[in-house]
């Protein structure tokens, strides 16, 4: 299957090392929806989805360090948006574990719209920003 979403130049923030994260980012998404399409084993699917919190998360702290140390303004707001998002994903992986919630194309998709629009909105606005200060 092609990829949800591919790496292109419309990602790019400029950043070379804020650029190379979302990459990675994308590239566990990518994952996590070949093992769905292909039917994995559960286990696979817990290990996929918690690679990709993971990373995640740690990408987020990875933001919120540059933020702090440059003095971006806009600081507390981004670092809600991340909050909500490790919050919800979380949640959906706890019912997931506990049999509660299947792991479907839908969740995929949000997650994929929910990336798009960070990056393409609010991470850009902090990298504008970073690229002036760093
Ligand atoms: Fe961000
Ligand atoms: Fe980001």
Do not use: C
């Amino acid at each position: 299957m092609t990829d949800i979403l591919q790496w292109d130049e419309s990602l790019a923030l400029g950043v070379a090392e804020i650029d190379d994260d979302h990459r990675k980012l994308i590239g566990l998404l990518n994952e996590l929806a070949v093992n769905i399409s292909e039917h994995s084993a559960r286990d696979a699917l817990e290990q996929v989805l918690a690679n990709l919190i993971n990373y995640t998360a740690w990408h987020f702290r990875h933001e919120e360090r540059l933020m702090q140390t440059y003095r971006f303004p806009g600081y507390l707001a981004h670092k809600r948006e991340h909050a909500a998002l490790i919050q919800e994903v979380t949640a959906f992986q706890n019912k997931f574990m506990a049999g509660e919630q299947d792991m479907t194309m839908d969740v995929v998709n949000l997650l994929k719209e929910w990336v798009l629009h960070h990056v393409m909105q609010t991470d850009r606005t902090m990298a504008e920003f970073l690229e002036l200060h760093m």
